[in-house]
């Protein structure tokens, strides 16, 4: 098997990055562990700068660039957590982002944007609108586009995750038979997958999807790339469908994806609140959700990583949902 | 000088509760740091067994007893973290632990000490009735009375705290110069503050206290133990007065005590929610939020520990106080 990106990459990425991430801590709790039916192990990538994973990727695709490339700065069109990662990691590069983001784009996630240095170009929200913005920005600047995940260094970026964490695991004395990953793009479950892989073969990578956007479910029963539902869902993270270089991956070393309910999301971003004392956005509590729900009577594994893959949620949002949890 | 518990009573505490405790991580945040002005390790006892750091203190007491005095169960009033933390103890020593609550506490806090397996007796919402009915389940089961902060074993169980903490920061090749501690009772930073003079004598120990309840500044500041103001605060963990084994060593061994306003606690929630995504309950805040404010210009110390001293908060109540605070 080929991928886009190997082993080597992931462990380059390590080097590149790694003064400029957190490295995330691991918890455990007892209460989700027995509501699991196994021990689980929580990566908080919540806790990670910008509030999401997504800055390990965009990190390691902004320092890959040489000079001569970084020169005219990186553009992207995003309205959720790649959009603020890549902003971030163009300012430690010392160059502009230049972010297109649609006219009805969360107040708060601009504000974000533009803390971390970000120039926002705003356009209609259609997906037309965002493409064509996205190419007049790269005319006008000549920058570097980044995509949120079909990207050889993003992906790589996010496999680095999965050697924190078996290395964490390991030396709390445990060991790792799966891990569960909030599947989306694919991206994340794309890096996590090489690297845990080239690790520890036998691993389980599990992708977790809500229901109602199950491209990947599909995608991985027919055997064929589908595209996105098109259906909302409140994990707003992972509406995206698979992409030219993650698609491969997950048919091909991931070894299935499961879904949960919109309800299933809710009552595991309440848990996570009141027993961890976390705040997760709902895309990690799908993860979450699938450990307690489908995944819960699989005997074929035992302890279970599981990716908490962001926190930006403001508070009002976290608690409606969690009381139409109840 | 000589206290109540000295710094071998809290490593007896430390390897006797070692199993059963949570060694809670330390956590790391640029944004709280440059609003601090010094480099901020926060101690996050808010993932402590039971939401709080109380449970090191009832698990010690109730771990050093001996079977002729654990035999008939331990015994306290307490309507806030101390009994869900000695209910879980008394659970995992196999034995009963009957708490006594008034009958206005909320119904999740009642229903978290039932869920560890505690017998609530219920009593009138007054000290008097609280210490008659106490009097009465002590002479009944002929249990231990184990009290929230004025004991030995719980001081040296929170002592506990320090003690990783230091280990931790060191562990990450950086050094603390003070230590802040949100103070109610004073169990808390009395462990804490002769566990961490024990390792380190040069080491300022601050406490942090809300201003309407600002009994142990005052004492501090007279020289002489004040009574509880009995005003409210929002941090509902703080507003007892100091006891007869706190008061010595808050006078002797703490350097400072700062207050904040309710205001100010409510700002430090919301930013710890937002930027650290941890739930903390409001006594925590009130050490964060003692460092954004009345430390934040001082220059005898750089880099400061603050205890996240717990996360019991229900979701609309953060809320609610979060929204207040803008």
Known sequence: MSFAVNFADIQSAAKRI????????????AHLDALANRQL?????????????????????VMSLT???ARNGVVTHSSGNHAQALALAAKMRGITAYVVMPTDS?????????????????????????????????????????????????????????????????????????IIVPLG????????????????PDIRIIGAEPETVCDAAKSKRLGAR??????????????????????PVVRDIVDSVVTVSESEIKSALRLVYERMKLVIEPSSAVGVAAAMG???????????????????IDLDSLSSLVKASR
């Open 18 to 29: 790694a003064d400029r991430i957190h490295r995330t801590p691991v918890l455990r709790c």
């Open 41 to 61: 192990h929580f990566k908080c990538e919540n806790f990670q700068r910008t509030g999401s994973f997504k800055f390990r990727g965009a990190c390691n695709a």
């Open 294 to 312: 489908p995944l819960r009577d699989r005997k074929d594994f035992q302890s279970a990583g599981v990716i908490l893959c962001g926190g930006n």
């Open 106 to 178: 969360a107040r708060t996630k601009c504000a974000a944007v533009e803390g971390y240095g970000g120039q926002i170009i705003y356009c209609e929200p259609t997906l037309v609108a965002r493409e064509t913005t996205a190419r007049e920005v790269l005319d006008r600047t000549r920058g570097t586009f980044i995509p949120p995940y079909d990207h050889p260094m993003v992906i790589a970026g996010q496999g680095t995750i999965a050697l924190e964490l078996l290395e964490q695991v390991q030396s709390q004395f445990h060991t790792l038979d799966a």
């Open 67 to 69: 000079n001569d490339e």
């Open 226 to 247: 589908q595209p996105a539902t098109g259906a909302v869902t409140i994990a707003d993270g992972l509406r995206t469908a698979l992409g030219d270089l993650t698609w």
């Open 185 to 200: 793009g694919g991206g994340l479950i794309s890096g996590i997958a090489i690297a845990a892989r080239a690790l520890q």
